[in-house]
């Protein structure tokens, strides 16, 4: 049974993919959508999570609010964030098992010794 999408042109659908994709492709921005799935929170709360100027996170969060990943409201006088679509929590399931069987699979490879050098994809041991 084929795929539904409401995209009618597959290549339209994998473009917009990627453009979600490159506005999540940042630290800070996935420690705030990470804390967001837990629920909603209020900026004062994001800004001490990224440690970072209000301003900053306000540019964060508005990449995110124009991909559709997250919105706003205004809740007793503070702005508080959500996840717009829930399911962004197995996208972060997804790369964690990802990471984590890379790094089982590198400490195998290397008798169990953990590389205290390494980073995830740089290929270095």
């Known amino acids: 049974m084929p795929e539904t999408t ?6 339209e659908l994998f473009h917009q993919q990627a453009l979600v ?3 999540l492709a940042n630290a800070s921005r996935l420690k705030l959508v990470d804390r967001l799935v837990r629920g909603p929170c209020p900026v004062g709360e994001l ?3 990224v440690d970072s100027d209000r301003t900053t996170v306000s540019k964060h969060l508005a990449v995110l609010r124009a991909h559709g ?4 409201r205004r809740e007793a006088g503070a702005v508080v964030y959500e996840l717009r679509t829930p399911c962004a929590a197995s996208v972060f399931a ?3 098992k990802m990471l984590e069987e890379r790094v ?4 195998a490879a290397h008798g169990g010794r953990r590389s205290r050098h390494a980073r995830p994809g740089t290929g270095a041991a």
């Not at 089982?104 to 400490?107: C, E, G, I, L, P």
């Open 47 to 49: 800004t001490a999570l």
């Open 69 to 72: 990943i997250v919105r706003d």
């Open 94 to 96: 997804c790369t964690r």
């Open 6 to 11: 409401p995209f009618d042109d597959r290549d």
């Open 21 to 23: 994709l490159k506005a």
């Open 104 to 107: 089982v699979a590198t400490r």
